[in-house]
């Protein structure tokens, strides 16, 4: 028994890897990396910016709403499949300039300034870096596509259920390594934030720099994995010419595999008139722009969706919308905001190196429990897993709640120092860890299994799209939450340095319970209504 579980989880993924997944892996890891500056975002905002937790869950939402542009972008790459690596380069130039507009304003603030005010340009690097990722992103699930080969070694189409297993592997191996790119990320955050205690400002405000510029090797990673993909395939094209095919053949096999795909205007009209009403609503300054721009843009996806659905089998049609139900709901979670980190810094005394270490652990075990829990993503339902990840989550929610209250003043005394806050943090982020990365794998394998093979990207695109959407109900349900529980704080003025807004996070006690509730009720609940319905994922 031992035997076959080691060979099903280590042996067989090993023996799974080929060469044609490592061009979609670059992007994938490229995109890991990009929280670089995750840590120095979180603590120059707190620092330099006079922005309420309530505005960050805001901006949160309109950050995440470009990512359902990935419809009309996934489209498109089924249409220009033999030039989609155009569209990295495009990713790569606007994700370049959002890094180069954090570095002005950190490095060359007076200058950046004079021009507009910091905010705006933070929120404009904040929008310019998720769509350059949405680019990439969608031309790399296209390419994990391209990568699974149809036929073996010996021109052998391979058996169906070889087929599932490389899909399954490469979006497993997907998420592995865009997780080893936040693990990688971490390493060079605690090793630039050593000693970080005992810095001036100044000294800090320089690091910030530096690892921003040091992002900007990140758009790098991405161009190299699609121009490596070119070249492999360019070489299998003159292999495949030298035993006699015609070059015709050639670069219908191997540039356009699944046949022309012809442009859905539904598809394409849909998106452009999303992209239309999210700016012209987003510029009108109206007081509920972000629930509308939700309302429209979930009748807009759904709409697409309905277009498409015609595409598949009617039991695969029934399964699709349940499962991307139950994966909306378990995504549209609200967190507690930004509330949560200021009272670790302000409260718990965790600073910039300590925050690295958190996710380099986080990290880390998520690589090795996604490995260890890939035969359960290859035998159980969506449904089980959700139920799975979000007792878990809820049960794992406990120590953060504990912490706000203090038990680390109890705990600590008793064992020496030992069990202090920060030991507790890392326990609870060493258990959590496993478990928070694999919801979308079963998801993006059964898509890249099922779906028509002239339309995986438009799929990829639109389902994920949908999807998407429920981190952005999530950033409402957290704006919601932050009106309700407010927390501020401490805001000084940078010149006078006197204090303009106290801090107060009294109420962040009942706002962490809230969400902890949320987090375990809400998709348990959504599971058990679509499972007895002819809905039920399988």
């Known amino acids: 028994m031992r035997t076959t579980w080691l060979h099903e989880v280590i042996i067989g993924l090993l023996e799974q890897m080929r060469w044609s ?228 053949e050639v670069d219908s096999m191997l540039f356009r595999p699944d046949g022309e795909a012809d442009p859905n ?32 843009s979930m009748a807009i996806v759904c709409f697409l969706i309905s277009r498409l659905l015609p595409e598949l089998e009617p039991s695969q049609q029934l399964a699709l919308v349940g499962t991307a139900i139950i994966v909306f709901v378990f995504r549209a979670i609200p967190s507690p905001g930004a509330g949560s980190a200021w009272f670790s810094i302000d409260e718990l005394g965790f600073d910039q190196q300590f925050f690295s270490v958190l996710t380099l652990i986080g990290a880390s075990l998520a690589m090795v429990g996604m490995v260890v829990l890939r035969p359960l993503m290859a035998t159980r339902s969506i449904a089980y897993i959700v139920v799975l990840l979000s007792v878990f989550a809820g049960v794992l929610s406990v120590p953060d709640i504990a912490l706000y209250y203090g038990i680390h003043e109890w705990t600590a005394p008793l064992t020496g120092g030992v069990v202090d806050a920060r030991f507790i943090a890392l326990i609870d982020t060493a258990i959590e860890s496993p478990l928070g990365q694999v919801s979308l794998i079963p998801v993006l394998a059964w898509i890249a299994n099922t779906a028509p093979v002239h339309l995986k990207a438009t799929f990829f695109a639109i389902m994920t799209s949908f999807i998407n959407l429920g981190l952005s109900a999530g950033a409402l349900g957290t704006k919601y939450l932050n009106q309700i529980f407010l927390v501020t704080r401490e805001v000084k003025d940078m010149a006078t340095g006197e204090v303009q807004v106290q801090a107060d996070y009294s109420e962040l006690g009942m706002l962490l319970i809230t969400v902890a509730l949320l987090t375990l009720c809400l998709p348990v609940i959504i599971v058990a209504v679509i499972q007895s319905t002819r809905f039920r994922t399988h």
């Open 21 to 248: 997944y490592l061009p979609p892996l670059m992007v994938y890891f490229a995109y890991g990396i990009s929280g670089l500056t995750g840590i120095v975002g979180t603590f120059f905002v707190k620092e330099y910016l006079d922005l309420s937790a309530e505005f960050l869950a805001a901006l949160g939402f309109w950050v995440g709403i470009p990512w359902a542009l990935k419809m009309p972008v996934g489209h498109l790459v089924d249409i220009i499949w033999k030039w989609k690596a155009v569209l990295v380069y495009l990713g790569a130039l606007l994700v370049s300039a959002s890094l180069l507009i954090m570095y002005g304003l950190i490095a060359h603030t007076a200058a950046m300034t004079a021009v507009m005010p910091a905010a705006a340009w933070f929120v404009l690097s904040a929008l310019l870096s998720p769509t350059g990722y949405i680019l990439q992103d969608a031309v790399a699930d296209a390419m994990t596509v391209e990568a699974v080969p149809a036929l073996d070694e010996h021109g052998e189409p391979f058996a169906e259920d070889d087929i599932k297993a490389m899909h399954t592997t490469m979006q497993m191996l997907g998420r592995f390594t865009l997780i080893a790119g936040i693990a990688v990320v971490s390493v060079v955050n605690i090793t630039m934030f050593d000693g970080v205690e005992s810095m001036n400002a100044a000294e800090k405000v320089a690091i910030y720099a530096d690892i921003y510029l040091l992002a900007l090797g990140v758009p790098v990673i991405s161009v190299v994995g699609v121009v490596f993909g070119g070249i492999m395939l360019r070489r299998r094209a003159r292999e495949l010419i030298a035993t006699g095919l015609p070059p015709s």
């Open 265 to 296: 205007w539904w598809v394409l009209g849909g998106s452009l008139a999303f992209v239309f009403f999210t700016i012209s609503v987003g510029l009108s300054g109206f007081g509920y722009s972000e629930e509308l721009v939700f309302a429209g």
